[in-house]
């Protein structure tokens, strides 16, 4: 957000707002903007779009007088506001007009063309695209200077988030006045360079990506995935259940835009998975099955099978860390399970290790400890919450079990899974991270504007780079460099703005 003191000589508010598209998108633009205080001219294309769109916003602000969130005096007044536009030449008076039609570069190009044989040389055309490039669009107009992106999300009196781009030719009082707007609209206004995926949904790869990814290599399944990142990470919504509510169709084809945007940058690979499901027809929710399947609306998750149970037996903890071996320590001792402070295990002891980045194989080999009775326990989040282990190829069942039975012995939950590098956790945490991170390397927008912007669009319990302060930037850091040892992909390699900060213990929110 710009935090240039106003000018005694700034140009005036506006006032009347032109909407161009009256659907989701442009109907959520039109409410907010006609309670703002400005007049809303609605035009679209097809018959009788403008006057649904009308009776449609009218009865939500209906809804809520009813529900006594708003009285019937400004619901009138907000009625009132919106205009209907017959033709393009209807927004003539317009000084600001937003398209929010099909999401088609060509399509864009020449609407804006159009408009601007038809509103004052003052006047500001925007954007509501969520991929396509502004200065792309703008480069078509006379004017391109007074063209910018103004991205909301859906829906949109909910989603308090709006991102402002200026196009490479974009003045500064267009986006300063366009930044002004959103904040009057009572929303959260993230200026953000015109990059591919914007802010956003440039922050958001990989979420899903990294959780397809894990799928991908039969490390557990979706379900246990969700579970881990919605009761152990605190995130609002797996990233399974997440990709079936937007629609693998719209997710996989962002997806694939992007990562060719970048011209097969490997942090954003898409996944095959999505391509599969799309091309069987299972897109989420809307069509009854995606990951999930769905009756009467409602995903159908089965439930977790009860925990092993297991006689106690000694426990050899091989944490490096003091702060991951404490708490197994204490869990142990709370258990009433033998613990064993030698150098090595004894011949019978169940070997708990808490590797970053590794898998339990590597992890065991490189403490020269027997891989039959190891297991790995995810330590980035603690004990507090679910419990995640993960067992080498070698590790015995009895010993599986056990330490299950002794991890969930208070009732926590416990997910075990296959062998992998940086269990699932940490494997999405840190390429979360990681991202946010290079988005702040690439000054595609402000670290407070990164976190908040994220926060507020995806639901994140935290920012990316809050993300990584809040789980300690070297661990991240840690996590990455093993898991691009290991395997080789450059999609792990750390961000100069993750490495710098991390190695010298500097927030990732600093500028």
Same mark, same amino acid.
């Given at each position: 957000?710009?935090?240039? =003191?106003?000018?005694?000589?700034?140009?005036?508010?506006?006032?009347?707002?032109?909407?161009?598209?009256?659907?989701?998108?442009? &109907?959520?633009?039109?409410?907010?903007?006609?309670?703002?205080?400005?007049?809303?001219?609605?035009?679209?294309?097809?018959?009788?779009?403008?006057?649904? @769109?009308?009776?449609?916003?009218?009865?939500?602000?209906?809804?809520?007088? /009813?529900?006594?969130?708003?009285?019937?005096?400004?619901?009138?007044?907000?009625?009132?506001?919106?205009?209907?536009?017959?033709?393009?030449?209807?927004?003539?008076?317009?000084?600001?007009?937003?398209?929010?039609?099909?999401?088609?570069? +060509?399509?864009?190009?020449?609407?804006?063309?159009?408009?601007?044989?038809?509103?004052?040389?003052?006047?500001?055309?925007?954007?509501?695209?969520?991929?396509?490039?502004?200065?792309?669009?703008?480069? @078509?107009?006379?004017? =391109?200077?007074?063209?910018?992106? #103004?991205?909301? #999300?859906?829906?949109?009196?909910?989603?308090?988030?709006?991102?402002?781009?200026?196009?490479?030719?974009?003045?500064?009082?267009?986006?300063?006045?366009?930044?002004?707007?959103?904040?009057?609209? %009572?929303?959260?206004?993230?200026?953000?360079?015109?990059?591919?995926? #914007?802010?956003?949904? !440039?922050?958001?790869?990989?979420?899903?990506?990294?959780?397809?990814?894990?799928?991908?290599?039969?490390?557990?399944?979706?379900?246990?995935?969700?579970?881990?990142?919605?009761?152990?990470?605190?995130?609002?919504?797996?990233?399974?259940?997440?990709?079936?509510?937007?629609?693998?169709?719209?997710?996989?084809?962002?997806? +694939?835009?992007?990562?060719?945007?970048?011209?097969?940058?490997?942090?954003?690979?898409?996944?095959?998975?999505?391509?599969?499901?799309?091309? @069987?027809?299972?897109?989420?929710?809307?069509?009854?099955?995606? #990951?999930?399947?769905?009756?009467?609306?409602?995903?159908?998750?089965?439930?977790?099978?009860?925990?092993?149970?297991?006689?106690?037996?000694?426990?050899?903890?091989?944490?490096?860390?003091?702060?991951? &071996?404490?708490?197994?320590?204490?869990?142990?001792?709370?258990?009433?399970?033998?613990?064993?402070?030698?150098?090595?295990?004894?011949? +019978?002891?169940?070997?708990? $290790?808490?590797?970053?980045?590794?898998?339990?194989?590597?992890?065991?080999?490189?403490?020269?400890?027997?891989?039959?009775?190891?297991?790995?326990?995810?330590?980035?989040? %603690?004990?507090?919450?679910?419990?995640?282990?993960?067992?080498?190829?070698?590790?015995?069942?009895?010993?599986?079990?056990? *330490?299950? @039975?002794?991890?969930?012995?208070?009732?926590?939950?416990?997910?075990?899974?296959?062998?992998? !590098?940086?269990?699932?956790? /940490?494997?999405?945490?840190?390429?979360?991270?990681?991202?946010?991170?290079?988005?702040?390397?690439?000054?595609?927008? +402000? =670290?407070?504007?990164?976190?908040?912007?994220?926060?507020?669009?995806?639901?994140?319990? !935290?920012?990316? $780079?809050?993300?990584?302060?809040?789980?300690?930037?070297?661990?991240?850091?840690?996590? $990455?460099?093993?898991?691009?040892? *290991?395997?080789?992909?450059?999609?792990?390699?750390?961000?100069?703005?993750?490495?710098?900060?991390?190695?010298?213990?500097?927030?990732?929110?600093?500028?």
């Amino acid at each position: 957000m710009s935090t240039a =003191p106003a000018s005694s000589h700034a140009p005036p508010p506006f006032r009347k707002l032109g909407i161009v598209g009256t659907g989701a998108m442009g &109907r959520g633009i039109a409410q907010i903007a006609a309670q703002a205080g400005l007049t809303v001219y609605l035009h679209d294309l097809r018959e009788g779009a403008v006057g649904e @769109a009308r009776d449609f916003i009218g009865g939500m602000w209906s809804r809520g007088v /009813q529900k006594q969130r708003l009285n019937e005096a400004d619901a009138e007044r907000y009625r009132a506001a919106l205009k209907e536009a017959a033709t393009l030449a209807d927004l003539a008076e317009c000084d600001i007009v937003v398209e929010a039609i099909v999401e088609k570069l +060509e399509a864009k190009q020449e609407l804006f063309t159009e408009l601007e044989a038809i509103i004052d040389d003052r006047a500001v055309l925007a954007t509501n695209t969520s991929s396509l490039s502004v200065t792309a669009i703008a480069s @078509a107009c006379r004017r =391109p200077e007074r063209v910018i992106g #103004f991205h909301f #999300f859906n829906p949109v009196p909910l989603m308090k988030i709006a991102e402002v781009i200026p196009g490479l030719r974009t003045d500064d009082d267009t986006a300063e006045r366009v930044e002004a707007l959103g904040r009057s609209m %009572g929303h959260f206004t993230a200026r953000a360079t015109d990059t591919p995926g #914007f802010l956003v949904n !440039h922050a958001g790869r990989a979420f899903g990506t990294e959780a397809l990814r894990i799928l991908g290599e039969s490390v557990t399944d979706h379900v246990t995935v969700d579970r881990i990142l919605v009761e152990q990470g605190g995130f609002r919504m797996g990233p399974f259940a997440l990709l079936d509510l937007t629609g693998l169709d719209v997710s996989h084809a962002v997806m +694939e835009s992007i990562y060719h945007q970048y011209y097969e940058e490997p942090r954003f690979r898409p996944s095959p998975l999505t391509r599969q499901r799309v091309t @069987a027809g299972l897109l989420g929710r809307k069509t009854g099955e995606g #990951f999930y399947r769905y009756v009467d609306g409602k995903p159908q998750v089965p439930e977790e099978p009860p925990l092993p149970v297991a006689k106690p037996r000694p426990v050899w903890i091989g944490a490096e860390e003091t702060n991951d &071996r404490q708490p197994l320590a204490e869990l142990v001792r709370e258990a009433c399970w033998p613990l064993e402070d030698s150098d090595a295990p004894s011949s +019978e002891a169940l070997c708990l $290790l808490t590797p970053l980045g590794e898998d339990a194989t590597a992890c065991a080999q490189r403490l020269g400890l027997p891989a039959e009775r190891c297991v790995a326990v995810d330590m980035l989040a %603690g004990l507090d919450k679910r419990r995640s282990l993960m067992t080498t190829p070698a590790t015995r069942g009895e010993f599986r079990d056990a *330490a299950m @039975a002794l991890l969930g012995h208070d009732g926590t939950p416990v997910s075990a899974f296959h062998d992998s !590098h940086g269990f699932v956790l /940490q494997r999405v945490v840190a390429c979360i991270v990681n991202v946010g991170s290079e988005i702040a390397q690439q000054g595609v927008a +402000e =670290p407070p504007t990164i976190d908040r912007a994220v926060e507020l669009g995806l639901g994140y319990p !935290h920012g990316p $780079l809050a993300m990584g302060d809040y789980y300690g930037s070297r661990r991240i850091l840690t996590v $990455l460099d093993n898991m691009l040892a *290991a395997t080789g992909d450059p999609r792990y390699r750390a961000s100069p703005w993750l490495r710098r900060r991390a190695s010298l213990d500097l927030p990732l929110t600093r500028a």
